[in-house]
């Protein structure tokens, strides 16, 4: 069955339609997943950052110990207290920011049960100096159990610093690739687009306006009384 001109131009443009909307909707669907990879870069950048802000709070918490050791002047456990405090809320932050990630997780709970040492640690010679025993604080002090847990502390954070450097790396590869991928695509569509839009051009122009200007032609030449 042989398809007249209109039916021809109908499918033409059909399918000329399914084609931009199909790509359409390809395009969105990369650029959402390149803004998804977007959020992932945002998010390591928000581990690192809370990782740096849970060590200083840490130090914090070990100044103010060792300031009230020495002085005992009660000043000093304002920036104890908050340390402690700010320490729990920075931990919390980098649990819940790393949820999806085990090897995280896992890493945060050793960490963890090293912050718990270190505020046992603070604590006894904090209520040691408190009942008088100023000796025997220092004397724990002294032994090197607070800079052991406390230098484990950072080898642990550094660690699991370095982890969200790698992951930062890899998202930040894989976003600038799908970025480069949707611009690639938009150039290719375009060509394309403009493509199927010149040989439409062109079937209509031979199927349609070249054969209407002939037509008219013949009319004129039959309406002179030429053959």
Do not use: C
């Not at 390809?26 to 998010?43: C, G, P, R, T």
């Not at 493509?195 to 004129?220: C, D, E, M, N, R």
């Amino acid at each position: 069955m042989q398809l007249g001109i209109r039916a021809k131009f109908l499918i033409s443009f059909g399918l000329l339609i399914i084609i931009i909307i199909s790509n359409f909707g390809f395009i969105v669907a990369v650029e959402n997943n390149a803004s998804k990879q977007d959020q992932w870069v945002m998010l390591a950048h928000k581990v690192i950052a809370e990782s740096d802000h849970l060590l200083t709070r840490l130090i914090d918490t070990e100044t103010g110990q060792r300031g009230f050791l020495l002085t005992h002047d009660d000043a000093y456990l304002a920036p104890y207290n908050t340390g402690l405090t700010e320490t729990i809320k920075s931990l919390a932050a980098l649990k819940s920011l790393t949820k999806n990630n085990p090897t995280q997780q896992f890493r945060l709970n050793r960490i963890e049960e090293l912050i718990n040492k270190k505020k046992d640690e603070l604590n006894d010679t904090i209520s040691l100096s408190i009942q008088g025993q100023k000796d025997k604080a220092l004397a724990i002090v002294q032994s090197d159990v607070g800079k052991t847990i406390m230098d484990s502390l950072r080898l642990h954070i550094e660690e699991f610093k370095a982890i969200e450097h790698d992951l930062l790396q890899i998202r930040r590869a894989q976003y600038v690739k799908d970025q480069d991928f949707v611009y690639s695509l938009f150039i290719t569509e375009a060509l394309l687009l403009i493509f199927l839009i010149v040989i439409l051009g062109y079937k209509i122009q031979t199927s349609v306006v070249t054969p209407l200007i002939k037509l008219a032609s013949y009319a004129k030449k039959l309406g002179a009384g030429e053959k």
